[in-house]
């Protein structure tokens, strides 16, 4: 398995704004992804992000309202932008550590956001 | 599509009772399952996994057998203690044999556990 860890753990945004989260990883890892968790929901899987270039985003899901980098092989950002309250969720980061079998993902803490 | 189904809870259990939490999935080709679990307060953690039919995953004590001819993973424990308390998600990988997205792991909606002293 990976150590992972998400800046921040929480924060409550005001509508129209933007907040990035962090995802780093103790250990180099093959493939990074973003989930979302909406109140009450199960996870939904928003994007892969492909280090070195733009990630592949699923279905229901852009990049304009969810950028995301991964400059390295152990970390990742995923910016929510232009916030409204539908957003409120927990993210989550998700790796397949590199010498792990690639069906087989880790998560990290999440980060838990409410906007107003 | 693919999707999976896990019975709704919130389940209560008494210390040391029997513990079977259903689940079902529809999939295209073979895909992989499993179960994790997100502790109060904590992140989502692997609990067990199992890759082809009639595999059986266990972790700490749970255990789950992949069936293909029902297309089930029902995650079963004999004993349950009070740190078990938690919610509990089935999923699955899809194929991307089948053009699913392999880090698409599809998610049933979580089932909470409640056990009581």
């Known amino acids: 398995s990976a150590v992972i860890s998400q800046k921040p753990s929480r924060d409550i945004c005001q509508r129209g704004t933007s907040l990035t989260i962090q995802c780093q990883v103790d250990s180099q890892v093959t493939m990074m992804f973003w989930y979302r968790q909406q109140p009450g929901q199960s996870l939904t899987l928003i994007a892969t992000a492909n280090q070195g270039s733009e990630a592949t985003y699923e279905s229901g899901f852009v990049i304009d309202k969810f950028p995301i980098s991964r400059p390295n092989l152990t970390f990742s950002t995923l910016t929510v932008s232009n916030m409204s309250p539908e957003d409120s969720s927990i993210y989550l980061c998700?790796?397949?550590?590199?010498?792990?079998?690639?069906?087989?993902?880790?998560f990290g803490p999440g980060t838990r956001l409410t906007v107003l | 599509g693919n999707s999976v189904t896990q019975m709704e809870g919130p389940v209560t259990l008494s210390e040391e009772a029997f513990l079977t939490i259903n689940c079902t999935y529809t999939?295209?080709?073979?895909?992989?399952l499993f179960w994790y679990v997100q502790y109060p307060g904590e992140g989502l953690q692997l609990l067990l996994k199992?890759?082809?039919?009639?595999d059986k995953g266990s972790n700490k004590g749970f255990e789950a057998t992949y069936r293909k001819e029902t297309t089930s993973f029902h995650l079963e424990k004999g004993s349950v203690q009070v740190s078990d308390s938690a919610v509990y998600f089935c999923a699955l990988t899809g194929s991307v044999f089948y053009g699913g997205s392999q880090g698409n792991l599809i998610f049933g909606k979580g089932t909470k556990l409640s056990v009581k002293p």
């Open positions: 998700s790796v397949v550590p590199s010498g792990s079998p690639t069906d087989t993902q880790y």
């Open positions: 199992a890759t082809k039919a009639d």
């Open positions: 999939a295209t080709g073979y895909p992989s």
